[in-house]
Every structure is written in C-alpha cells, then in structure tokens.
C-alpha cells in the first residue's frame, strides 16, 4: 500500500503525520511511503532524514498518484479532498462531531475516512490513540506557559534572603491532559490543587501529589470514560464553588472537556475579578470555546493584570514529539487496517468500525 504524507497546510499547524522512524518501520512491513517536499521541516525533520528512511520525497502534484492512503494531522481543505480518488483511505484529526460539512465532502467523494477522535478507547487501541498523546503534550505545554508568565519562582526556595513559598497551581479536569499538568507543575515545584467533576480521577490526582479540590459537585462517567455535561444548575454550582476557592491560586490550568460539546464555561468573569494581579490561566480548552469566560481563543489577554492564555493547538508548539507521537499512533493504525500494507477493513472489528467515519456503499 502506497502510503502519502502531505505537508499541512492549516495555519500554525507544525506537526507531520509520519516521522522518519515510523517511516523507517512501515518501510519494513509492507508499506510504500511517499512524504512531501519539507513535510516535515516545521517539526525539525528534514527531507534527507525521510530519504534516509527509505520514503519517496514528492512534489504536491505527485504526492497522491496511486495513494493507497493519506495520512494527515488537520483535515484536508476541500481542494485536497476534491483530489482524492474514491476508495483513498484518510487518516487525520477529522472533527467528526463538530465539522458536518467536512464529513460530507469526504462521503461525497467516496473517501473511506478514519478519524484519530473516533478510536474506540479500548485498551487494544491504546497504541493508536492521539487525543491521549497530544493531550500529554498540551498539558505539559500548558505549565510551561504559565511559569513563562507568573511573576513566581515556582518551587519554594530556601535562599540566603530569606524563604520564597511556592507557587500554588490548581489544575481544573484531570484527565489526560490535566493529569500531566499537575505532574509538570509538581516538577517544576508547585502545590498543586486539582478538581474534576468525575470523582473516579481522585485517587489518580493524589498519587500524583495533588490534593483534590472538594467543590460539591459530581457526575458519573459516561462509556469511554468521559464526564456528563453539567445540568445548568449543577454549572452554576460548580461556577460559585470555584469563585469561592480561585483567589488561593496563582496558576490555573483549564482542561475540561465534553465531547462534541463546546468547552464547558467554568470560571466567570466575576472569578477573575477576584484572582491576584499576576495570576495567571492557561486555558487548554480554548479550542472548543474556553472554559473561563473572558478566554480569547488563540490570544494571550490580560483583565486587572490576570493573564489568561487562549492559545490553541499547543501540542503543535512542541512540534518534534508531539509528531513523533502522533506518528506512532498512524502507524498502529495503519498496520492495524493494513496488516503487512494490504488493506484488509473488518467491519466487524470495533476499531475499524469505531473509527471510520465515512465510507462508499460498495465497501460496507
Ligand atoms: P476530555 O478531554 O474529554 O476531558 C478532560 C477532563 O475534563 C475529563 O477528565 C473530564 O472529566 C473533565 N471535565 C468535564 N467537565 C468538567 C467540569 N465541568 N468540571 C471539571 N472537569 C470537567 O477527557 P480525556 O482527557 O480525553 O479523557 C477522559 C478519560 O477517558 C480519561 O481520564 C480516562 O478515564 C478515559 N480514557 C481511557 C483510555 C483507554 O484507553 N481506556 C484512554 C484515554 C482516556
């Protein structure tokens, strides 16, 4: 199987779907990989790193005669997907749940599309699934914003001149990526608060050093682990406790998150108002809206001299192992839909089914 790795092309997009050693590996197992021309330059991979791996290099217009499979980070724009042969198999973040018109160009275009946000979350695809590793890149990414911007040592320091205490962090949804936020933060020397409404993460937040932050409110988890969108009454609830509670903190990292929902809205304008000049919140889910109120997606703004970063796409910020990563993840995928580069698609199996998001009638 012919296996096409095109540059992307969505602004600040740094990532590259395969890097030379996923390259290297599926070389070896039955795959033909051809990469674009710098593919894989803004993540510090470079053409003759992928030559040297043994991928064909490809001008844009080469790139996708004969492709098997195109593998992505972004979705494709329309041009792309109008240049899809039917039956192409696409890999790449799709959007499923929040791009309908994408979607239908792809089954428009006859496009067997797979999408990293619809890998079952099983513990046989575990090898495949990106949210969770670019999740670990944001919230690691996350931490190092805002000690860049906190006016604070962030470990306690026994100096000469005197004690310094260290920075307290509150790290609001722990899972993924809010579990590695408080293992940075802690690192790095903060104490560390975190709170999620799912009350299963406690025991995790605690072995990682963090206290769990009691604020009254709880949901079960949904299948796949996932939390229950608050009721709006359950919102405001939570929205009171955290006011209550935020003024403690000099760093707060936001990652909550619903699927396929707008990011829940968990910090008024009326909170900020009481945090301490110099504060700072990063808010990871800037991208689905934000979780504090007065967040700007993709924009750093500042309100009584709190910060509050809106910057979206953090994993592309550490483009090198956020790639790397992500690459592994195709890579399981692909030998998972191909085993030794022949596409052999099992409807029955609840990968393949899970993370298939259109397909022609003629392979159902
Ligand atoms: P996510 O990005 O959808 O959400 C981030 C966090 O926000 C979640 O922990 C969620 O509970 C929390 N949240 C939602 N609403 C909130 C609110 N109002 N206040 C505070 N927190 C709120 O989730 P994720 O990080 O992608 O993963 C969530 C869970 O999925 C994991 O912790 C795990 O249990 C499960 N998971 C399972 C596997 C697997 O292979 N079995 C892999 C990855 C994740």
Redesign the pocket.
């Known amino acids: 199987m012919r296996v096409a790795v095109p540059r992307e092309m969505a602004a600040g997009e740094r990532r590259v779907a395969l890097v030379p050693e996923t390259v290297s590996k599926l070389s070896g197992s039955g795959f033909e990989i051809r990469v674009e021309h710098a593919a894989g330059e803004a993540a510090g991979f470079l053409d003759a790193d992928y030559a040297e791996a043994g991928a064909e290099l490809a001008a844009p217009s080469a790139l996708l005669a004969d492709a098997g499979a195109v593998v992505r980070v972004a979705k494709p724009g329309a041009d792309e997907v109008s240049s899809l042969a039917p039956d192409t198999v696409l890999i790449g973040f799709l959007e499923p749940l929040t791009d309908a018109d994408g979607i239908a160009r792809l089954r428009e275009q006859g496009v067997v599309a797979f999408a990293m946000e619809s890998i079952p979350?099983?513990?046989r695809?575990?090898s495949m699934?990106a949210?969770?590793s670019q999740?670990t890149v944001a919230g690691y990414k996350a931490v190092l914003l805002a000690a860049d911007r906190v006016p604070k040592l962030f470990p306690m320091l026994m100096t000469a001149a005197g004690t310094i205490a260290p920075v307290r962090a509150l790290v609001?949804?722990?899972?993924?990526?809010?579990?590695q936020a408080i293992a940075t933060a802690r690192r790095l020397g903060a104490v560390v608060s975190a709170?999620?409404?799912?009350p299963?993460?406690k025991e995790q937040v605690e072995s990682l050093g963090a206290a769990f932050l009691e604020l009254g409110?709880r949901?079960e988890?949904t299948e796949?682990?996932?939390?229950r969108?608050?009721s709006p009454d359950e919102?405001a609830q939570?929205q009171a406790a955290l006011e209550e509670r935020i003024p403690d903190f000099d760093v707060v990292i936001t990652?909550?998150?619903?699927?396929g929902r707008p990011a829940?809205k968990?910090i008024p304008a009326s909170a900020v108002a009481r945090m301490r000049p110099g504060s700072v919140i990063v808010d990871i889910a800037a991208e689905t809206g934000g979780n504090c109120e007065l967040t700007v997606p993709g924009e750093v703004v500042e309100h009584a001299g709190v910060g509050i970063v809106g910057t979206t796409n953090l994993p592309s910020l550490m483009a090198f192992h956020a790639s790397q990563l992500y690459s592994r993840n195709v890579a399981a995928l692909l030998q998972h839909l191909a085993p030794d580069g022949e596409l052999t698609l099992d409807w029955e199996d609840e990968i393949t089914a899970g993370a298939c998001v259109t397909r022609p009638e003629a392979t159902a």
């Open positions: 979350r099983i513990t695809a575990q699934d949210l969770s999740a609001i949804g722990a899972g993924v990526a809010g579990l709170f999620d409404v799912r299963a993460v409110v949901t988890e796949g682990g996932y939390a969108e608050l919102q939570q990652t909550a998150a619903v699927p829940p968990l």
